[in-house]
């Protein structure tokens, strides 16, 4: 079984950043590709970003291109999502996830497997 806790969110003004951090555990974590997820309320929870297990393939949501970079580091088991220039439309709870056994990055929310607890990201105008 993965593990995934997320942590880093918090409340930023607009323009300011944060760094969220996910913690894996598990000998498959650093196999599978991971991706970041976020739900706002009244909202469907929608693709962020994504990284393949090799950290040679990303893409992100169209929204976010430029401002978030998703990253992980196979030594520390984690995966990062730096996000600059945040704007209010960024608030939500943001999720990591992980891939049962797929090392490809990929948006599909369904090829996610183990999901983190979710850290509040809040951006005030």
């Known amino acids: 079984q993965v593990q995934l806790v997320e942590s880093g969110g918090g409340l930023v003004q607009t323009g300011g950043s944060l760094r969220l951090s996910c913690a894996g555990s598990?000998?498959?974590?650093?196999?599978?590709?991971v991706g970041w997820f976020r739900q706002a309320p009244g909202k469907e929870r929608e693709f962020v970003a994504t990284?393949?297990?090799?950290?040679?393939?990303?893409f992100y949501k169209d929204s976010v291109k430029g401002r978030f970079t998703i990253s992980r580091d196979s030594a520390k088991n984690t995966v990062y999502l730096q996000m600059n220039s945040l704007k209010p439309e960024d608030t939500a709870v943001y999720y990591c996830?992980?891939?049962?056994?797929?090392?490809?990055?990929?948006?599909?929310?369904?090829?996610?497997?183990?999901w983190g607890q979710g850290t509040q990201v809040t951006v005030s105008s």
């Open positions: 598990g000998r498959a974590f650093g196999g599978v590709a």
């Open positions: 990284i393949s297990w090799s950290g040679g393939s990303t």
């Open positions: 996830a992980a891939r049962k056994w797929g090392a490809s990055a990929t948006s599909r929310l369904d090829e996610y497997a183990y």
